[in-house]
């Protein structure tokens, strides 16, 4: 199969790069951008560990395909970070105990990014909303729940 030229922004930086017409945008990120913060849990978009923001709607990248980046603003976690300094939602994960494998962690900083960037003072059942679309079998939800509660007042001032 012949490749597919794609030039896209992912996390603020112009990126170009080319990809078979059946591959995935997660395939892409991981495989030939390395970019391996987005994890494949499923394949099938049921379980959030490969989610992105793709101009500011959140996806499973497991279920985009890499061509269809062109022309787009892809947000990973490797984009969350400024510098050494965690995101806030990356600080409150981390002092709240909410992650254990790491599997689902990323999708769900993602999650939860792009939901407050939505809602920036979520009642508990709308982030349990918001999140529902992510899968965690160490750590539970509560954990997970109140990080983001936490970094929601934060970010809030």
Do not use: W
Request: hydrophobic residues 40%.
């Amino acid at each position: 199969m012949a490749g597919v030229a794609v030039s896209t922004t992912i996390n603020g930086d112009h990126v170009e790069y080319l990809c078979q017409p059946d591959e995935t945008l997660l395939e892409v990120l991981r495989d030939r951008l390395g970019l391996t913060g987005a994890k494949e849990g499923c394949g099938t978009g049921d379980c959030g560990a490969c989610s992105v923001i793709v101009d500011d709607r959140l996806v499973c990248s497991c279920l985009v395909l890499g061509a269809e980046a062109e022309g787009r603003q892809v947000e990973t976690i490797e984009g969350m970070a400024h510098g050494e300094k965690l995101h806030p939602l990356q600080q409150k994960f981390l002092e709240h105990a909410a992650l254990q494998c790491g599997i689902c962690t990323p999708g769900f900083l993602i999650a939860a990014k792009d939901l407050l960037a939505k809602n920036p003072d979520p009642t508990e059942e709308e982030i349990r909303f918001g999140l529902a679309g992510n899968l965690c079998r160490c750590t539970g939800y509560d954990k997970i729940v109140r990080a983001v509660q936490d970094a929601a007042g934060v970010m809030r001032g």
